[in-house]
Protein backbone atom coordinates (compact mmCIF):
# COMPACT_ATOMS: atom_id res chain seq x y z
CA UNK A 1 0.00 0.00 0.00
CA UNK A 2 1.75 3.53 -0.60
CA UNK A 3 0.83 5.90 2.21
CA UNK A 4 0.21 9.40 0.93
CA UNK A 5 0.33 11.12 3.67
CA UNK A 6 -0.97 11.02 7.37
CA UNK A 7 -3.47 13.50 7.51
CA UNK A 8 -4.40 14.94 11.40
CA UNK A 9 -7.92 15.67 12.63
CA UNK A 10 -8.99 17.42 15.74
CA UNK A 11 -11.54 14.81 16.92
CA UNK A 12 -14.13 16.71 19.31
CA UNK A 13 -16.22 13.64 21.31
CA UNK A 14 -19.46 14.80 22.32
CA UNK A 15 -22.99 13.56 24.09
CA UNK A 16 -25.39 11.71 21.63
CA UNK A 17 -28.56 13.77 21.25
CA UNK A 18 -30.36 14.91 17.99
CA UNK A 19 -29.64 13.41 14.84
CA UNK A 20 -30.00 14.72 11.32
CA UNK A 21 -30.57 11.71 9.26
CA UNK A 22 -33.09 10.42 6.48
CA UNK A 23 -33.43 7.26 8.59
CA UNK A 24 -35.19 6.14 10.47
CA UNK A 25 -38.73 7.59 9.52
CA UNK A 26 -42.80 6.67 10.37
CA UNK A 27 -45.44 6.24 7.52
CA UNK A 28 -46.31 9.43 7.78
CA UNK A 29 -42.91 10.69 6.70
CA UNK A 30 -42.19 12.07 10.52
CA UNK A 31 -39.66 10.86 12.67
CA UNK A 32 -40.17 8.47 15.19
CA UNK A 33 -40.23 9.18 18.95
CA UNK A 34 -40.90 8.20 22.52
CA UNK A 35 -45.00 7.46 23.93
CA UNK A 36 -46.06 9.50 26.10
CA UNK A 37 -47.15 6.22 27.80
CA UNK A 38 -45.33 3.21 27.42
CA UNK A 39 -46.99 0.73 24.80
CA UNK A 40 -49.38 -1.78 26.30
CA UNK A 41 -49.15 -4.72 23.24
CA UNK A 42 -46.57 -3.32 20.77
CA UNK A 43 -44.09 -3.07 24.07
CA UNK A 44 -40.81 -3.41 21.51
CA UNK A 45 -41.16 0.11 20.48
CA UNK A 46 -42.29 1.82 23.84
CA UNK A 47 -39.04 3.46 24.39
CA UNK A 48 -38.78 4.59 20.52
CA UNK A 49 -40.60 4.31 17.61
CA UNK A 50 -44.30 5.15 15.57
CA UNK A 51 -46.68 4.31 17.70
CA UNK A 52 -48.75 6.20 20.71
CA UNK A 53 -50.92 4.78 22.82
CA UNK A 54 -54.01 4.85 20.57
CA UNK A 55 -52.30 3.48 17.60
CA UNK A 56 -50.99 0.71 20.14
CA UNK A 57 -54.57 -0.42 21.27
CA UNK A 58 -55.91 -0.52 17.38
CA UNK A 59 -53.09 -2.93 16.62
CA UNK A 60 -53.89 -4.67 19.57
CA UNK A 61 -57.33 -4.76 18.72
CA UNK A 62 -57.00 -5.89 15.21
CA UNK A 63 -54.74 -8.50 16.63
CA UNK A 64 -57.62 -9.83 18.96
CA UNK A 65 -60.03 -9.46 15.92
CA UNK A 66 -57.39 -11.91 13.81
CA UNK A 67 -57.48 -14.07 16.52
CA UNK A 68 -60.76 -15.06 16.96
CA UNK A 69 -60.70 -17.29 14.23
CA UNK A 70 -58.31 -19.01 15.89
CA UNK A 71 -58.22 -22.22 18.49
CA UNK A 72 -56.07 -22.31 21.14
CA UNK A 73 -53.45 -24.13 19.45
CA UNK A 74 -53.10 -21.85 16.16
CA UNK A 75 -52.76 -18.83 18.76
CA UNK A 76 -49.97 -20.42 20.71
CA UNK A 77 -47.91 -21.27 17.36
CA UNK A 78 -49.32 -18.54 15.64
CA UNK A 79 -49.57 -15.66 18.22
CA UNK A 80 -46.12 -14.24 18.09
CA UNK A 81 -45.71 -14.12 14.25
CA UNK A 82 -49.12 -12.10 13.90
CA UNK A 83 -48.26 -10.03 16.82
CA UNK A 84 -44.68 -9.62 15.34
CA UNK A 85 -46.27 -8.44 11.88
CA UNK A 86 -48.54 -5.97 13.00
CA UNK A 87 -46.31 -4.20 15.54
CA UNK A 88 -44.23 -3.18 12.60
CA UNK A 89 -46.41 -0.12 12.01
CA UNK A 90 -44.54 1.03 15.27
CA UNK A 91 -40.96 0.57 14.22
CA UNK A 92 -38.82 3.59 13.49
CA UNK A 93 -37.85 1.98 10.22
CA UNK A 94 -41.64 1.63 9.26
CA UNK A 95 -41.67 3.90 6.21
CA UNK A 96 -38.40 1.56 4.35
CA UNK A 97 -40.34 -1.61 6.06
CA UNK A 98 -43.74 -0.71 4.67
CA UNK A 99 -41.46 1.14 1.28
CA UNK A 100 -43.30 4.50 2.04
CA UNK A 101 -39.95 5.84 0.85
CA UNK A 102 -40.90 5.43 -3.15
CA UNK A 103 -43.47 7.68 -4.54
CA UNK A 104 -43.97 5.30 -7.45
CA UNK A 105 -44.88 2.16 -5.55
CA UNK A 106 -47.75 1.32 -3.67
CA UNK A 107 -47.88 1.09 0.15
CA UNK A 108 -47.15 -2.57 0.99
CA UNK A 109 -50.47 -4.13 3.15
CA UNK A 110 -47.41 -5.87 5.55
CA UNK A 111 -43.93 -5.19 6.23
CA UNK A 112 -41.25 -6.21 4.26
CA UNK A 113 -39.82 -9.58 5.74
CA UNK A 114 -36.54 -11.28 5.55
CA UNK A 115 -36.38 -14.17 3.64
CA UNK A 116 -35.50 -17.00 6.46
CA UNK A 117 -38.05 -15.59 8.93
CA UNK A 118 -40.59 -15.58 5.94
CA UNK A 119 -40.00 -19.07 5.51
CA UNK A 120 -40.48 -20.11 9.38
CA UNK A 121 -43.99 -18.31 8.88
CA UNK A 122 -44.98 -19.99 5.96
CA UNK A 123 -44.52 -23.56 7.38
CA UNK A 124 -45.93 -22.78 10.82
CA UNK A 125 -49.08 -19.70 9.79
CA UNK A 126 -48.94 -19.71 6.16
CA UNK A 127 -53.17 -20.15 6.49
CA UNK A 128 -53.28 -16.48 8.60
CA UNK A 129 -52.01 -14.74 6.32
CA UNK A 130 -55.55 -14.05 4.54
CA UNK A 131 -56.62 -13.09 7.92
CA UNK A 132 -53.46 -10.09 8.28
CA UNK A 133 -54.71 -8.56 5.16
CA UNK A 134 -58.25 -9.42 4.99
CA UNK A 135 -57.74 -10.98 1.72
CA UNK A 136 -59.89 -14.71 1.65
CA UNK A 137 -58.17 -15.11 -2.67
CA UNK A 138 -54.84 -16.43 -1.32
CA UNK A 139 -55.04 -20.28 -1.79
CA UNK A 140 -52.32 -19.67 -4.94
CA UNK A 141 -50.15 -17.74 -3.01
CA UNK A 142 -50.63 -19.83 0.23
CA UNK A 143 -49.91 -23.08 -0.92
CA UNK A 144 -46.32 -21.83 -3.00
CA UNK A 145 -43.74 -20.97 -0.38
CA UNK A 146 -41.91 -19.27 -3.17
CA UNK A 147 -44.66 -16.69 -4.44
CA UNK A 148 -46.28 -16.53 -0.89
CA UNK A 149 -42.47 -14.82 0.32
CA UNK A 150 -42.01 -13.07 -3.07
CA UNK A 151 -45.38 -10.87 -2.01
CA UNK A 152 -43.61 -10.75 1.70
CA UNK A 153 -39.89 -10.26 1.98
CA UNK A 154 -37.84 -7.17 0.72
CA UNK A 155 -34.22 -7.84 -0.79
CA UNK A 156 -32.98 -5.30 1.62
CA UNK A 157 -31.18 -7.35 3.94
CA UNK A 158 -30.56 -4.40 6.52
CA UNK A 159 -33.71 -3.21 6.74
CA UNK A 160 -36.68 -6.56 6.36
CA UNK A 161 -37.77 -7.74 9.42
CA UNK A 162 -36.67 -8.71 11.97
CA UNK A 163 -32.94 -7.74 10.82
CA UNK A 164 -34.06 -4.29 11.56
CA UNK A 165 -34.31 -4.92 14.67
CA UNK A 166 -31.59 -7.03 15.52
CA UNK A 167 -28.78 -5.93 13.13
CA UNK A 168 -26.40 -4.65 15.57
CA UNK A 169 -24.12 -2.72 13.03
CA UNK A 170 -27.83 -0.94 11.94
CA UNK A 171 -29.04 0.19 15.77
CA UNK A 172 -25.65 1.24 17.47
CA UNK A 173 -22.21 1.13 15.52
CA UNK A 174 -23.86 2.01 11.59
CA UNK A 175 -21.19 2.96 9.39
CA UNK A 176 -18.15 1.26 11.27
CA UNK A 177 -15.19 1.27 8.94
CA UNK A 178 -14.22 -1.66 7.12
CA UNK A 179 -12.49 -1.00 3.89
CA UNK A 180 -9.50 -2.10 2.25
CA UNK A 181 -7.45 0.49 2.28
CA UNK A 182 -5.15 -0.06 -0.54
CA UNK A 183 -5.08 3.34 -2.32
CA UNK A 184 -7.12 5.28 0.38
CA UNK A 185 -6.11 8.34 1.84
CA UNK A 186 -5.37 8.05 5.26
CA UNK A 187 -6.04 10.18 8.16
CA UNK A 188 -5.17 10.24 11.84
CA UNK A 189 -7.61 11.77 14.36
CA UNK A 190 -6.63 14.25 17.38
CA UNK A 191 -8.97 14.60 20.62
CA UNK A 192 -9.30 18.21 21.65
CA UNK A 193 -13.09 19.09 23.18
CA UNK A 194 -16.34 17.41 24.09
CA UNK A 195 -19.21 18.87 25.54
CA UNK A 196 -21.23 19.63 22.33
CA UNK A 197 -24.54 17.87 21.53
CA UNK A 198 -25.07 16.98 17.97
CA UNK A 199 -23.21 19.48 16.20
CA UNK A 200 -24.95 20.81 12.67
CA UNK A 201 -22.28 23.21 11.15
CA UNK A 202 -19.21 24.99 11.64
CA UNK A 203 -18.13 28.15 10.67
CA UNK A 204 -15.30 30.84 10.70
CA UNK A 205 -15.88 34.77 10.38
CA UNK A 206 -12.68 35.69 8.32
CA UNK A 207 -12.16 38.29 10.94
CA UNK A 208 -9.03 37.32 11.80
CA UNK A 209 -9.94 36.15 15.43
CA UNK A 210 -9.54 32.13 14.17
CA UNK A 211 -12.40 31.63 16.19
CA UNK A 212 -14.96 28.90 15.04
CA UNK A 213 -19.05 29.02 15.47
CA UNK A 214 -20.14 25.72 15.96
CA UNK A 215 -24.22 25.51 15.67
CA UNK A 216 -26.10 22.62 17.48
CA UNK A 217 -29.41 21.22 16.20
CA UNK A 218 -31.34 22.42 19.00
CA UNK A 219 -30.62 26.09 18.84
CA UNK A 220 -27.66 26.72 20.52
CA UNK A 221 -24.35 28.27 18.75
CA UNK A 222 -21.18 27.98 20.92
CA UNK A 223 -17.88 29.88 20.35
CA UNK A 224 -14.63 27.75 19.98
CA UNK A 225 -11.14 30.22 20.51
CA UNK A 226 -8.20 29.69 18.73
CA UNK A 227 -6.62 27.19 21.90
CA UNK A 228 -9.76 24.89 21.67
CA UNK A 229 -11.43 26.13 25.06
CA UNK A 230 -15.46 27.13 24.35
CA UNK A 231 -17.12 30.42 25.97
CA UNK A 232 -19.02 29.12 28.84
CA UNK A 233 -22.04 31.03 27.74
CA UNK A 234 -23.60 30.38 24.22
CA UNK A 235 -22.78 32.57 20.91
CA UNK A 236 -26.64 32.78 20.49
CA UNK A 237 -29.67 30.29 22.03
CA UNK A 238 -32.53 30.39 20.01
CA UNK A 239 -33.98 26.85 21.72
CA UNK A 240 -37.10 28.45 22.48
CA UNK A 241 -38.04 29.31 19.16
CA UNK A 242 -36.62 25.80 16.91
CA UNK A 243 -39.18 23.33 16.29
CA UNK A 244 -36.88 19.68 17.16
CA UNK A 245 -37.16 17.24 19.40
CA UNK A 246 -34.73 15.10 20.67
CA UNK A 247 -35.14 11.84 18.73
CA UNK A 248 -33.02 9.97 15.97
CA UNK A 249 -34.25 11.28 12.87
CA UNK A 250 -36.20 14.30 13.14
CA UNK A 251 -34.77 16.37 10.11
CA UNK A 252 -36.05 19.93 11.78
CA UNK A 253 -34.25 22.28 13.89
CA UNK A 254 -31.35 24.92 13.68
CA UNK A 255 -29.77 23.25 10.47
CA UNK A 256 -27.52 26.20 9.47
CA UNK A 257 -25.63 29.29 10.01
CA UNK A 258 -23.60 32.06 7.77
CA UNK A 259 -21.13 34.97 9.34
CA UNK A 260 -22.01 38.30 6.54
CA UNK A 261 -18.48 38.33 4.24
CA UNK A 262 -18.35 41.96 6.13
CA UNK A 263 -18.97 40.46 9.72
CA UNK A 264 -15.32 42.46 10.68
CA UNK A 265 -17.52 45.52 11.03
CA UNK A 266 -21.12 45.40 10.76
CA UNK A 267 -21.04 42.44 12.80
CA UNK A 268 -24.00 40.57 10.99
CA UNK A 269 -24.17 36.86 10.87
CA UNK A 270 -27.61 34.69 9.60
CA UNK A 271 -28.89 31.71 10.76
CA UNK A 272 -31.52 28.60 8.99
CA UNK A 273 -34.01 26.96 11.23
CA UNK A 274 -37.36 25.18 11.61
CA UNK A 275 -40.23 26.60 13.67
CA UNK A 276 -44.02 26.37 14.00
CA UNK A 277 -46.14 29.82 13.41
CA UNK A 278 -49.84 29.79 12.31
CA UNK A 279 -50.40 26.01 12.42
CA UNK A 280 -47.68 25.01 10.37
CA UNK A 281 -44.35 24.15 10.26
CA UNK A 282 -41.79 26.80 8.19
CA UNK A 283 -38.04 27.36 7.93
CA UNK A 284 -36.96 30.37 8.64
CA UNK A 285 -34.24 32.73 7.23
CA UNK A 286 -33.10 35.65 10.18
CA UNK A 287 -30.28 38.20 10.62
CA UNK A 288 -28.31 38.99 13.87
CA UNK A 289 -25.97 41.13 15.14
CA UNK A 290 -23.03 40.50 17.72
CA UNK A 291 -23.49 42.00 21.10
CA UNK A 292 -21.49 45.61 20.89
CA UNK A 293 -20.24 45.01 24.50
CA UNK A 294 -18.84 41.16 24.01
CA UNK A 295 -17.63 39.82 20.52
CA UNK A 296 -18.65 36.34 21.68
CA UNK A 297 -22.20 36.76 22.23
CA UNK A 298 -25.24 37.56 20.08
CA UNK A 299 -27.50 40.15 20.14
CA UNK A 300 -30.51 38.27 20.89
CA UNK A 301 -32.93 41.36 20.75
CA UNK A 302 -31.38 42.09 17.14
CA UNK A 303 -33.44 38.77 15.24
CA UNK A 304 -34.77 40.70 11.81
CA UNK A 305 -36.51 37.65 9.81
CA UNK A 306 -35.76 37.51 6.17
CA UNK A 307 -37.85 34.89 4.55
CA UNK A 308 -39.46 32.10 5.95
CA UNK A 309 -41.02 28.93 3.98
CA UNK A 310 -44.07 27.11 4.44
CA UNK A 311 -42.39 22.90 5.17
CA UNK A 312 -45.45 20.74 3.98
CA UNK A 313 -43.55 17.77 5.92
CA UNK A 314 -41.37 17.22 8.54
CA UNK A 315 -38.55 16.12 6.78
CA UNK A 316 -36.13 17.66 3.58
CA UNK A 317 -35.49 20.83 5.24
CA UNK A 318 -32.74 21.97 3.42
CA UNK A 319 -30.37 23.89 5.84
CA UNK A 320 -27.58 25.16 4.18
CA UNK A 321 -27.20 29.28 3.81
CA UNK A 322 -23.45 30.72 2.85
CA UNK A 323 -22.66 33.83 0.84
CA UNK A 324 -21.68 33.34 -2.46
CA UNK A 325 -17.77 35.65 -3.69
CA UNK A 326 -20.65 37.92 -5.11
CA UNK A 327 -21.63 38.84 -1.90
CA UNK A 328 -25.25 37.57 -2.17
CA UNK A 329 -26.85 35.14 0.02
CA UNK A 330 -27.71 31.38 -1.08
CA UNK A 331 -30.33 29.64 0.74
CA UNK A 332 -30.85 25.53 -0.10
CA UNK A 333 -34.03 24.50 0.84
CA UNK A 334 -35.46 20.99 0.43
CA UNK A 335 -38.30 19.26 -1.23
CA UNK A 336 -41.06 19.84 1.43
CA UNK A 337 -40.68 16.23 2.58
CA UNK A 338 -42.87 12.90 2.55
CA UNK A 339 -41.34 10.53 -0.71
CA UNK A 340 -41.39 11.41 -3.97
CA UNK A 341 -42.21 15.19 -4.36
CA UNK A 342 -45.95 14.49 -4.21
CA UNK A 343 -47.00 18.07 -4.44
CA UNK A 344 -48.41 19.31 -7.36
CA UNK A 345 -48.40 17.95 -10.89
CA UNK A 346 -44.34 18.29 -10.88
CA UNK A 347 -43.35 18.65 -7.19
CA UNK A 348 -42.26 21.49 -5.90
CA UNK A 349 -38.80 20.83 -7.23
CA UNK A 350 -39.48 21.25 -10.72
CA UNK A 351 -42.13 24.11 -9.78
CA UNK A 352 -40.34 27.45 -10.03
CA UNK A 353 -43.30 29.62 -8.40
CA UNK A 354 -41.86 27.39 -5.06
CA UNK A 355 -39.56 28.45 -3.07
CA UNK A 356 -39.08 24.47 -2.13
CA UNK A 357 -36.80 22.32 -3.79
CA UNK A 358 -34.22 25.07 -4.68
CA UNK A 359 -31.21 27.39 -4.34
CA UNK A 360 -32.38 30.38 -3.56
CA UNK A 361 -30.51 33.78 -3.97
CA UNK A 362 -30.70 37.21 -2.35
CA UNK A 363 -29.24 40.57 -1.37
CA UNK A 364 -28.90 41.32 2.18
CA UNK A 365 -26.48 43.99 2.01
CA UNK A 366 -28.28 47.18 2.72
CA UNK A 367 -30.04 49.88 4.05
CA UNK A 368 -31.44 48.22 7.92
CA UNK A 369 -34.18 50.42 8.06
CA UNK A 370 -35.73 48.81 3.85
CA UNK A 371 -37.03 45.39 2.92
CA UNK A 372 -35.35 42.84 4.61
CA UNK A 373 -33.66 41.58 1.32
CA UNK A 374 -33.70 42.59 -2.61
CA UNK A 375 -33.46 40.32 -5.46
CA UNK A 376 -29.84 40.39 -7.79
CA UNK A 377 -30.37 42.25 -11.13
CA UNK A 378 -28.94 39.01 -12.48
CA UNK A 379 -31.04 36.56 -10.83
CA UNK A 380 -32.02 33.77 -13.97
CA UNK A 381 -35.47 33.62 -13.56
CA UNK A 382 -36.44 37.32 -12.51
CA UNK A 383 -38.48 38.24 -15.56
CA UNK A 384 -40.24 34.79 -15.53
CA UNK A 385 -43.68 35.57 -14.25
CA UNK A 386 -43.86 31.84 -13.60
CA UNK A 387 -41.22 31.67 -11.21
CA UNK A 388 -40.15 33.34 -7.80
CA UNK A 389 -37.60 36.07 -8.45
CA UNK A 390 -35.01 34.50 -5.51
CA UNK A 391 -34.78 31.30 -7.55
CA UNK A 392 -31.07 30.82 -8.77
CA UNK A 393 -31.43 27.25 -9.57
CA UNK A 394 -33.86 24.05 -8.91
CA UNK A 395 -34.74 20.53 -9.16
CA UNK A 396 -33.03 19.94 -6.09
CA UNK A 397 -34.01 16.88 -3.87
CA UNK A 398 -32.46 17.86 0.07
CA UNK A 399 -29.25 19.63 -0.59
CA UNK A 400 -27.48 18.83 2.82
CA UNK A 401 -24.02 20.64 2.61
CA UNK A 402 -22.98 22.67 -0.01
CA UNK A 403 -19.69 24.91 0.39
CA UNK A 404 -17.64 27.83 -1.88
CA UNK A 405 -14.49 26.95 -3.47
CA UNK A 406 -11.50 29.20 -2.92
CA UNK A 407 -10.03 28.59 -5.89
CA UNK A 408 -6.14 27.46 -6.65
CA UNK A 409 -4.29 30.33 -4.90
CA UNK A 410 -2.25 30.84 -8.22
CA UNK A 411 -4.29 30.42 -10.99
CA UNK A 412 -7.35 31.28 -9.02
CA UNK A 413 -9.15 28.45 -11.21
CA UNK A 414 -12.58 27.29 -9.43
CA UNK A 415 -12.75 30.27 -7.65
CA UNK A 416 -16.64 30.98 -6.48
CA UNK A 417 -17.97 27.48 -7.79
CA UNK A 418 -20.41 26.20 -5.08
CA UNK A 419 -20.80 22.13 -5.04
CA UNK A 420 -23.44 20.29 -2.75
CA UNK A 421 -24.34 16.67 -1.60
CA UNK A 422 -28.03 16.31 -2.79
CA UNK A 423 -29.35 13.30 -0.68
CA UNK A 424 -31.06 10.70 -2.73
CA UNK A 425 -34.75 8.65 -2.87
CA UNK A 426 -34.28 5.30 -2.32
CA UNK A 427 -30.92 4.38 -5.05
CA UNK A 428 -28.25 7.34 -5.57
CA UNK A 429 -26.30 10.06 -3.50
CA UNK A 430 -25.15 12.77 -5.63
CA UNK A 431 -22.87 15.58 -5.93
CA UNK A 432 -23.64 18.46 -8.16
CA UNK A 433 -21.92 22.00 -9.32
CA UNK A 434 -24.84 24.57 -8.98
CA UNK A 435 -25.05 26.86 -11.99
CA UNK A 436 -27.06 29.68 -12.21
CA UNK A 437 -30.85 28.92 -13.72
CA UNK A 438 -29.30 24.70 -13.34
CA UNK A 439 -31.94 22.13 -13.28
CA UNK A 440 -31.27 18.96 -11.37
CA UNK A 441 -33.40 17.04 -12.08
CA UNK A 442 -35.33 15.56 -9.17
CA UNK A 443 -38.06 14.52 -9.00
CA UNK A 444 -37.19 13.60 -12.76
CA UNK A 445 -33.81 11.99 -11.93
CA UNK A 446 -32.36 10.50 -8.83
CA UNK A 447 -28.10 10.75 -9.82
CA UNK A 448 -27.72 9.76 -13.61
CA UNK A 449 -31.04 7.73 -13.00
CA UNK A 450 -34.58 8.28 -14.24
CA UNK A 451 -37.09 8.17 -10.74
CA UNK A 452 -40.15 9.85 -12.68
CA UNK A 453 -40.19 8.30 -15.86
CA UNK A 454 -42.90 10.58 -17.17
CA UNK A 455 -40.80 13.49 -16.29
CA UNK A 456 -37.44 12.13 -17.25
CA UNK A 457 -38.39 11.64 -20.70
CA UNK A 458 -39.62 15.01 -21.21
CA UNK A 459 -37.43 17.11 -23.61
CA UNK A 460 -37.75 20.10 -21.84
CA UNK A 461 -35.78 18.53 -18.87
CA UNK A 462 -32.67 19.73 -19.56
CA UNK A 463 -31.31 19.10 -16.75
CA UNK A 464 -27.77 19.44 -15.32
CA UNK A 465 -25.98 15.96 -14.35
CA UNK A 466 -24.16 15.59 -10.85
CA UNK A 467 -20.52 15.52 -11.13
CA UNK A 468 -20.86 12.34 -9.19
CA UNK A 469 -23.08 9.83 -7.67
CA UNK A 470 -23.03 6.50 -5.98
CA UNK A 471 -25.67 3.56 -5.28
CA UNK A 472 -26.93 2.99 -1.69
CA UNK A 473 -24.64 0.16 -1.74
CA UNK A 474 -21.82 2.60 -0.41
CA UNK A 475 -24.01 4.91 1.56
CA UNK A 476 -27.53 6.11 2.28
CA UNK A 477 -27.48 9.95 2.65
CA UNK A 478 -24.87 12.07 0.87
CA UNK A 479 -22.89 14.79 4.00
CA UNK A 480 -21.08 17.81 1.41
CA UNK A 481 -17.90 18.66 2.32
CA UNK A 482 -15.23 21.43 0.16
CA UNK A 483 -12.55 21.12 -2.00
CA UNK A 484 -9.29 21.36 -0.41
CA UNK A 485 -7.22 24.75 -0.45
CA UNK A 486 -5.15 24.58 2.92
CA UNK A 487 -1.43 24.81 2.81
CA UNK A 488 -0.47 21.91 5.20
CA UNK A 489 -1.59 18.94 2.91
CA UNK A 490 -0.17 19.22 -0.12
CA UNK A 491 -1.90 16.01 -0.93
CA UNK A 492 -5.35 17.19 -0.84
CA UNK A 493 -4.79 20.43 -2.19
CA UNK A 494 -8.30 20.29 -4.85
CA UNK A 495 -9.72 17.65 -3.99
CA UNK A 496 -13.82 17.90 -3.23
CA UNK A 497 -13.62 15.90 0.51
CA UNK A 498 -16.99 14.36 1.75
CA UNK A 499 -18.58 11.65 3.01
CA UNK A 500 -22.02 9.91 3.86
CA UNK A 501 -23.73 9.90 7.14
CA UNK A 502 -25.28 6.57 6.97
CA UNK A 503 -21.87 4.52 6.19
CA UNK A 504 -19.36 6.53 7.56
CA UNK A 505 -17.82 6.65 4.40
CA UNK A 506 -14.72 9.01 4.08
CA UNK A 507 -14.42 9.98 0.16
CA UNK A 508 -12.75 12.33 -2.16
CA UNK A 509 -13.47 13.79 -5.79
CA UNK A 510 -10.65 15.08 -7.98
CA UNK A 511 -11.15 17.17 -11.21
CA UNK A 512 -9.05 16.28 -13.92
CA UNK A 513 -7.43 19.21 -15.87
CA UNK A 514 -10.32 19.24 -18.85
CA UNK A 515 -12.78 19.25 -16.13
CA UNK A 516 -15.02 16.96 -17.58
CA UNK A 517 -14.50 13.92 -14.86
CA UNK A 518 -14.08 13.73 -11.36
CA UNK A 519 -12.23 10.65 -10.53
CA UNK A 520 -12.81 9.12 -7.08
CA UNK A 521 -10.76 8.12 -4.13
CA UNK A 522 -11.57 6.84 -1.00
CA UNK A 523 -10.36 7.92 2.49
CA UNK A 524 -8.78 5.69 4.99
CA UNK A 525 -7.92 5.64 8.73
CA UNK A 526 -3.90 5.30 8.74
CA UNK A 527 -2.45 2.40 9.98
CA UNK A 528 -1.80 2.19 13.41
CA UNK A 529 1.86 2.69 12.08
CA UNK A 530 0.83 5.70 10.68
CA UNK A 531 -1.17 7.00 13.50
CA UNK A 532 1.86 6.32 16.29
CA UNK A 533 2.33 9.71 17.28
CA UNK A 534 1.25 11.20 20.54
CA UNK A 535 -2.31 12.23 21.42
CA UNK A 536 -3.02 10.54 18.04
CA UNK A 537 -5.80 7.80 17.01
CA UNK A 538 -7.15 6.26 13.71
CA UNK A 539 -10.96 5.71 14.63
CA UNK A 540 -13.40 7.99 14.81
CA UNK A 541 -18.04 7.20 15.19
CA UNK A 542 -19.28 7.47 11.64
CA UNK A 543 -22.29 9.64 11.43
CA UNK A 544 -20.72 12.65 9.18
CA UNK A 545 -23.17 15.36 9.79
CA UNK A 546 -21.11 18.37 8.32
CA UNK A 547 -17.65 19.68 6.86
CA UNK A 548 -15.93 23.03 7.42
CA UNK A 549 -12.80 25.36 7.19
CA UNK A 550 -10.90 27.09 8.85
CA UNK A 551 -9.47 30.87 8.23
CA UNK A 552 -6.67 29.65 6.35
CA UNK A 553 -8.28 26.33 4.15
CA UNK A 554 -7.73 23.73 6.43
CA UNK A 555 -10.60 21.31 6.36
CA UNK A 556 -12.86 20.48 9.07
CA UNK A 557 -15.29 17.93 9.54
CA UNK A 558 -18.06 17.08 11.81
CA UNK A 559 -20.02 14.12 12.68
CA UNK A 560 -22.63 13.33 15.58
CA UNK A 561 -20.49 12.95 17.81
CA UNK A 562 -17.55 15.54 17.35
CA UNK A 563 -15.16 18.05 15.22
CA UNK A 564 -12.08 16.93 13.32
CA UNK A 565 -9.75 18.93 11.97
CA UNK A 566 -7.04 18.43 9.30
CA UNK A 567 -3.13 19.31 10.12
CA UNK A 568 -0.19 18.08 9.73
Not at 88 to 103: F, G, I, K, N
Not at 355 to 364: D, F
Amino acid sequence: MTIHSALTFWLVLVTPAWVVRGHPQCLDYKPPFQPSKPLAFCTTYSSFGCCDVHKDKAIADRFRYITEFLDHTGVSVCGDYIRNILCQECSPYAAHLYDAEDANTPLRDLPGLCGNYCTEFWFRCRSTLSLIIEDQDLSAIESDVVKFCRLLTIDDVNYCYPNVLTNAELNSGLGNMQEDEDGCLQLCLQEIANGLRNPVAMVHASDGTHRFFIAEQMGYVWVYLPNGSRVDKPFLNVSKAVLTSPWAGDERGFLGIAMHPNFRHNGKFYVYYSIYAKKEERIRISEFHVSTEDMNMADHKSERVIIEVMEPASNHNGGQILFGVDGYLYIFTGDGGRAGDPFGEFGNAQNKSSLLGKVLRINVTGNDKGPPYRIPIDNPFLRDRKARPEVFAYGARNMWRCSVDRGDPITRKGRGRIICGDVGQNKFEEVDLIQKGGNYGWRAKEGFSCYDKKLCNNASLDDILPIFAYPHSLGKSVTGGYVYRGCQMPNLVGRYIFGDFMSGRLMSLREEKDGKQWNYTEICMGSGQTCNFPKLINAYYPYIISFGEDEAGNMLYVYQYGILYVNS
